[in-house]
């Protein structure tokens, strides 16, 4: 595959895939994976829809197996939403393993595929998603691929609701973008491209359209062309795996645009992120120092405090060991099959809660309005 062995990067690619419910991303990332499995250049797998029943593809780590999507519901009297919310919340107090095992796996895996919540919003803009979003753009080369419904993209006001979508990520994220129109299998993706290049096409289709939304429509069209003329497209069908050459190719060249224009300001809030974090642990070990006393400044409890104040609540949340206690007993996940089997292909370290934890943890998270 050309554009597997043409990034002009060694660190893997994160490739963070969002879309409406039922446009087709997990389907997507499935064949995505398969793709590079076929051109034996096995991607890392990372599920982070608790919600989902089924995974239709096996996942080195899967939120589903470090929180029980329902129990959290139960527990903190929640809604669907609520509880989607509220486990992503969980699981990103623990995100820091989760960069740990990308970092020991970047030298067999070029690309970490990402599957989010179906329930896009809950993603996109909560508080967990952006923590997640920020730790894997600020160390690894990342992409937001945003897949969409090509079939119901036909209805002009659709379509531009879905680039106004689109265009709210590409902002918030503030990372390379690529727009994955699937369900070509269904009706070819020539005619978004035309009403992206041709304003009067979009126009013409719009007058067909008699509600009072044409007329926002109408304008927003004209707010969008700068948006489009930057915007990376390609027509994808899942279920018969054509599009996607043409997909990595594109993702290629944002990966290029991630190099050039947004690892520079990443690198930045990295270093004043880690400032920070360093003047917290050395007021944390001054307070510790004070209520010890100054003759355990002297001794050697300054090398053993630190590691204390560190801990924080992804330490605390590890039930099964850590990293390195795990480490030896790490499954080798290369040749994963394509398939679904009863086989678990999730990282060690990434079990089930325990209700002890979860107790504990209860006073201390507070659920997701």
Request: proline content about 4%.
């Amino acid at each position: 595959m050309a554009a597997a062995s043409g990034l002009a990067t060694t660190a893997p690619v994160c490739v963070l895939v969002l879309g409406m419910a039922g446009s087709g991303k997990t389907t997507f990332v499935q064949r995505l994976a398969a793709h590079l499995h076929g051109q034996r250049c096995p991607p890392y797998v990372i599920n982070l829809d608790p919600a989902m029943h089924d995974l239709p593809l096996p996942a080195n780590i899967d939120i589903r197996d470090a929180v029980k999507y329902k129990e959290v519901m139960k527990q903190y009297g929640l809604g669907p939403n609520g509880g989607i919310v509220t486990s992503l919340n969980l699981f990103a107090t623990r995100f820091d393993q989760v960069m740990k095992f990308i970092e020991k796996r970047q030298n067999a895996s070029k690309y970490v595929i990402i599957d989010t919540p179906g329930q896009i919003e809950v993603f996109t803009w909560s508080a967990s998603g952006t923590i997640i979003t920020e730790a894997l753009a600020s160390s690894f080369p990342s992409v937001v691929v945003y897949v969409m419904d090509n079939s119901r993209g036909t209805n002009p006001i659709t379509f531009m609701s879905n680039m106004l979508y689109a265009c709210s990520i590409l902002y918030k994220t503030k990372l390379p973008f690529i727009v994955v129109m699937n369900k070509t299998d269904i009706i070819d993706h020539s005619f978004a491209v035309e009403w992206m290049q041709d304003f009067e096409t979009f126009q013409d289709a719009l007058n067909q359209e008699t509600s009072y939304v044409s007329n926002l429509t109408r304008s927003m069209s004209l707010v969008l062309d700068e948006f489009y003329s930057s915007l990376k497209v390609v027509g994808v069908s899942a279920v018969l795996s054509t599009g996607l050459d043409d997909f990595f190719v594109q993702l290629s060249k944002a990966v290029d645009e991630y190099e050039r224009e947004y690892r520079p300001e990443y690198e930045r809030l990295r270093k004043t992120l880690e400032k920070a974090q360093n003047k917290q642990k050395r007021e944390q070990l001054e307070h510790l120092w004070k209520d010890m006393g100054s003759v355990c400044v002297q001794g050697n409890t300054l090398a053993g405090s630190d590691d204390a104040s560190a801990m924080g609540p992804s330490e605390l949340i590890l039930t099964r060991g850590t990293l390195d206690e795990e480490e030896e007993r790490q499954s080798d996940t290369d040749d994963i099959d394509h398939e679904v089997t009863e086989e678990s292909h999730e990282e060690p370290a990434f079990r089930n809660f325990t209700q002890e934890t979860r107790m504990k943890y209860q006073r201390s998270i507070k659920p997701s309005e």
